[in-house]
């Protein structure tokens, strides 16, 4: 199994250019999140899915778009970058919660920086 | 929503001490407390938890502790080991249809020096 997988590792982007962070898992999970990670603040929740077809906001939604076509993958859209975006992002997946597992597991997690 | 607050921000040990990490909660609805690691260039990755109808959980030199009434949750390094240096954050999910969401601590940067 190779678990949570993220593409691309890094990426560098001009203000106003769009990029799509692919997110992929095989562990047949029913949730997936994306997450950005800023220096003190921790992780923060950006979207989330619980199914394929599914899609919700979460704390920082703002400038972000996700689409989940299929169960395994789940995209995170970036139309018009900015400087503020520049941020680690991590996507994670996990059980829905009929499984009474809450444990989420994390991808290695995408480098962009938005000049 | 659930705000989780996680200190200290840093923490620098030698090898062999203890270390203590403390975070605390808002929401009394919360139920469920993971501890998540994360090593360099990494994501995290879940090194214990604990469910709000339990006191304490140890796993070999982990530990983590609640206190509901406090509405705090400690993680407990013992014999400290160089691996052991990472950055750790706390979370809290609350109870009910919360989709599994997790609302995380800022994050200590453990150092343990050998």
């Known amino acids: 199994n190779a678990g949570v997988t993220q593409t691309p590792k890094f990426r560098v982007l001009k203000t106003g250019q769009s990029m799509t962070l692919l997110c992929a898992q095989d562990m047949n999970h029913e949730y997936m999140y994306w997450y950005r990670q800023d220096p003190g603040m921790g992780l923060r929740l950006i979207h989330y899915s619980v199914g394929e077809g599914t899609t919700a906001k979460g704390e920082v939604p703002d400038g972000y778009n996700v689409s989940r076509l299929k169960k395994q993958n789940f995209l995170l859209g970036l139309e018009s970058a900015a400087p503020s975006q520049t941020s680690v992002y991590f996507c994670a997946s996990s059980y829905s919660e009929l499984a009474s597992w809450d444990e989420q597991f994390f991808g290695p997690g995408t480098r962009l920086t938005v000049l | 929503g659930e705000n989780v607050e996680q200190h200290p921000s840093t923490l620098s040990v030698q090898e062999g001490d203890s270390a203590v990490i403390k975070c605390t909660y808002s929401d009394s609805a919360s139920n469920y407390f993971p501890w998540y690691k994360q090593e360099l260039g990494k994501g995290p990755q879940l090194i214990i938890d604990i469910r709000s109808n339990v006191g304490e959980k140890k796993d070999q030199r982990i530990a983590v502790t609640l206190n509901k009434t406090a509405k705090h949750f400690s993680l407990h390094i013992t014999e400290t080991q160089p691996e052991d240096s990472a950055v750790y954050f706390c979370?809290?999910?609350?109870?009910?249809?919360?989709?599994?969401?997790?609302?995380f601590g800022q994050g200590t940067i453990l150092t343990v020096h050998p």
């Open positions: 979370a809290a999910k609350l109870g009910g249809t919360s989709y599994g969401k997790l609302t």
